[in-house]
Nanobody, 123 residues
Framework: QVHLVEFEGGLAQAGGSLRVSCVAS????????MAWFRQAPGKEREFVAS????????SYADSVKGRFTISRDNAKNTVYLQMNSLIPEDTAVYYC????????????????WGQGTQVTVSS
């Protein structure tokens, strides 16, 4: 079992930056690929970014590529999502997830989930 808790997020103006963090506990964090998903009101949960279990291979949704950066610190059991050049369409609840492969982009392909943290971008 892996327990995930998201931190930070909050409110930003369009063009600004925010960072969300996710701390893991339980089974060995470094064994899992980690990902961020988001869900806006009335919409399905969608893939944002993922990172391989060890190393620097990453994957991004086209909508955030070049603006968001995912990273992880296995010594701290933490994965980060740095969000720059925010736009109102980035407003959503952001979830971190743990799974077997960073190449996976489907909700059903990730086993463990955090409770989510709200990110709101004002225009």
């Amino acid at each position: 079992q892996v327990h995930l808790v998201e931190f930070e997020g909050g409110l930003a103006q369009a063009g600004g930056s925010l960072r969300v963090s996710c701390v893991a506990s339980g089974r060995t964090f470094s064994n899992y690929a980690m990902a961020w998903f988001r869900q806006a009101p009335g919409k399905e949960r969608e893939f944002v970014a993922s990172i391989i279990w060890r190393g620097s291979l990453t994957s991004y949704a086209d909508s955030v590529k070049g603006r968001f950066t995912i990273s992880r610190d296995n010594a701290k059991n933490t994965v980060y999502l740095q969000m720059n050049s925010l736009i109102p369409e980035d407003t959503a609840v952001y979830y971190c997830a743990a799974g077997d492969s960073y190449a996976n982009r489907r909700v059903t392909e990730y086993t463990y989930w955090g409770q989510g943290t709200q990110v709101t971008v004002s225009s």
